[in-house]
Nanobody, 124 residues
Framework: QVQVVESGGGLVQAGGSLRLSCAVS????????MGWFRQTAGKDREFLAG????????DSVDSVKGRFTPSRDNAKNTVYLQMNNLKPEDTAVYYC?????????????????WGQGTQVTVSP
């Protein structure tokens, strides 16, 4: 059974930074592509950033490019999302997900394993 557990969310002022962590257990972590998503009430889950199992070519969507950076430490079975220059519109529940494929999927349906989410709130 694969477990995905996010941590690191919280309350931060606009312009501040947070680093989310996501620990994966139960399967060989290095086989998974990892993605970060966020969701607000009444909206679909939005892909933000992802990273291949090799750690190469981290990818992020234009709305967060230059501010959010994914990384991973396969020795620790953990993936990270460094979030800088946070804005109030970044307020959401953030999710980490794992996909057993060698590329970074951009849609939630392509991910098999999900964490429970961690709340990020950015105050003005």
């Amino acid at each position: 059974q694969v477990q995905v557990v996010e941590s690191g969310g919280g309350l931060v002022q606009a312009g501040g930074s947070l680093r989310l962590s996501c620990a994966v257990s139960g399967r060989t972590f290095s086989n998974f592509a990892m993605g970060w998503f966020r969701q607000t009430a009444g909206k679909d889950r939005e892909f933000l950033a992802g990273i291949k199992y090799s750690g190469s070519m981290p990818d992020s969507v234009d709305s967060v490019k230059g501010r959010f950076t994914p990384s991973r430490d396969n020795a620790k079975n953990t993936v990270y999302l460094q979030m800088n220059n946070l804005k109030p519109e970044d307020t959401a529940v953030y999710y980490c997900a794992a996909a057993n494929v060698p590329w970074v999927p951009k849609t939630s349906a392509q991910y098999t394993y999900w964490g429970q989410g961690t709340q990020v709130t950015v105050s003005p």
